[in-house]
């Protein structure tokens, strides 16, 4: 059988570079890849190169594959030279900057899993491109400028790149970061392992050395992608499957397990939105208190999912009464790409620096922006997540896939932080429970709970045409909810994909982000 190729993404530029490889007769992986070179440039309040990535690669008739492709803390990380600091671990500069950077390794493994014709440079010519000649800023990229001048403005180098004269960026902008672009040419010539192990990691050490960072060149040569099983779930639609550690991905198979066991219940739009609201509320309880890095997880996230846990959670959900709330949260910065190619295989994808524009930290000799995961980590030496050296921290990253019982298959995802598991489950149940189309699962108005991207409210937030429908019976549940506007950049950047059993292929992108999707010809 022959299949439709497709492309989304949250920006347009991005989508377009990884839909011109797939119509080239490239493989999802190799899409993948240019795509996330792309809005790695475009989109660099959101994700870079010096940040994290977890794939899920889907090929028809087989079980997804998995690649962790997230960096642990430094092996010379000192949690109590930090703790000697603050109760905290600083929120910006080269302190902050702890964790490695693991995308690029995992676009490695990638084209080692799915690799196909296309050449390495041929795959991050347009982000070369893109980085050399400038990128159009966006509004977007103008609210994470305003958002984060106090925090990361004074930063030399930041300044330099990411602001106007010291002043927030304004749409229409252009930002040129040559440096990157000879960052991305060398790899594209040299390999990705001189990311890690060549010219542009000794750059990179020297950098972070020179700036404060505890990452050494021994850190960069120790780091390695790893290929793992996803985690799985069975519902009533079908078979789910996410990341596992460290990850939140059981919480977001939690949340639809949990929901598809009340769904009956459900008659109107506040009944679903009310069972997912308290489900994921279930699902984050038990997130919050066992994940963390695989090595040092007390049992299997996979036993999280089993059908004792899930009918615990469903017998504490009320369709009558909302659960308190809040509790503490976390925010993100995060894009989700997916893609299907012509030979059947599916790509689920994430890359994040976690807050905007991450550190802050941009390295002068590569361009390269460098994440500040080391936020997920805590400073209690008691804590699960407690920052160790060579420990990798908790994300908030979890691409998403689904085989359906009748014979579709889906990829699925979003940015926001606390907001991805919840964004997921609601396009999920739109379009699978409540029959609307899948583009209208992603546009229509949503909710979120507790904290996201740019944001600190913790309690259930509405874009405002829900909130003015539901706002009465919602509180007369129990929920403590307030309204934003609609189209909110809050509620996230959502896509979706799905592959028919014909072979054709649906798509849809968030009209909250500066995206697109693309679909080729049947062939």
């Not at 040559?178 to 390999?191: E, K, P, R, V, Y």
């Not at 080391?374 to 160790?388: G, V």
């Not at 609609?486 to 950047?493: F, W």
């Amino acid at each position: 059988m022959s299949f439709q190729s497709a492309f989304t993404a949250p920006h347009a530029k991005a989508a377009q570079a990884g839909q011109a490889i797939l119509d080239a007769g490239g493989t999802a992986s190799e899409a993948m890849v240019a795509a996330a070179a792309m809005v790695s440039v475009q989109y660099p309040h959101m994700n870079s190169i010096g940040g994290d990535g977890f794939w899920l690669i889907c090929k028809k008739g087989e079980a997804p594959v998995a690649i962790d492709a997230c960096g642990a803390a430094s092996l010379s990380a000192d949690p109590d030279h930090y703790r000697k600091l603050s109760d905290e671990l600083p929120d910006s500069g080269a302190t902050a900057a702890i964790t490695m950077a693991g995308t690029v390794s995992g676009w490695q493994e990638a084209l080692k899993l799915n690799g196909g014709e296309q050449a390495l440079t041929q795959l991050l010519a347009p982000a070369i491109d893109a980085a050399s000649k400038g990128i159009e800023v966006t509004q977007s990229l103008v609210n994470a400028s305003e958002k984060t001048l106090t925090r990361l403005g004074e930063d030399a180098h930041f300044s330099e790149l990411y602001l106007n004269q010291g002043e927030p960026l304004s749409v229409g902008d252009t930002i040129t970061n040559s440096a990157l672009a000879s960052t991305l040419t060398t790899l594209a010539n040299n390999g990705l392992d001189d990311f890690y192990r060549g010219e542009i990691a000794q750059k990179m050490a020297s950098d972070l050395q020179k700036a404060g960072s505890p990452i050494s060149l021994q850190d960069f040569h120790a780091h390695q992608a790893r290929v793992l099983s996803a985690l799985t779930t069975s519902i009533s639609k079908g078979k789910l499957f996410n990341f596992g550690a460290p990850t939140q991905g059981v919480a977001s198979l939690l949340i639809l397990a949990i929901y598809d066991r009340l769904v009956s219940k459900a008659t109107l739009e506040i009944d679903h939105i009310h069972l997912l609201v308290e489900a994921t509320k279930q699902a984050f309880i038990i997130r919050d208190q066992v994940v963390t890095d695989e090595v040092y997880l007390e049992k299997p996230l996979q036993s999280w999912l089993s059908d004792e846990v899930i009918e615990r959670c469903v017998s504490d959900v009320s369709m009558t009464s909302a659960k308190p709330w809040p509790h503490i949260a976390e925010p993100g910065d995060t894009i989700w790409m997916g893609a299907t190619d012509q030979y059947g295989t599916m790509v689920s994808f994430i890359q994040s620096i976690y807050w905007e524009f991450g550190s802050g930290v941009v390295l002068p000799q590569t361009g390269v922006l460098w994440n500040i995961r080391s936020k997920s980590f805590s400073l209690d030496s008691n804590h699960h997540n407690a920052l160790l050296p060579g420990k990798k921290p908790f994300h908030t990253l979890n691409p998403a896939y689904a085989e359906l019982n009748d014979g579709r298959r889906m990829v699925y995802g979003t940015m926001g932080g606390e907001g991805q598991p919840q964004t997921q489950a609601c396009l999920f149940s739109r379009y699978l429970y409540q029959d609307v189309s899948l583009g209208e699962s992603v546009a229509q108005p949503r909710w979120l709970l507790g904290r996201t991207w740019g944001d600190s409210t913790t309690n259930l937030r509405l874009e405002e045409t829900l909130y003015d429908e539901h706002a009465t019976a919602l509180t007369q549940l129990g929920h403590e909810i307030t309204a934003v506007a609609d189209q909110n950049e809050l509620m996230g950047h959502a896509g979706a994909i799905v592959q028919h059993p014909t072979g054709d292929a649906s798509a849809t992108s968030d009209p909250r982000s500066d995206g697109t999707y693309l679909l080729g010809e049947q062939s």
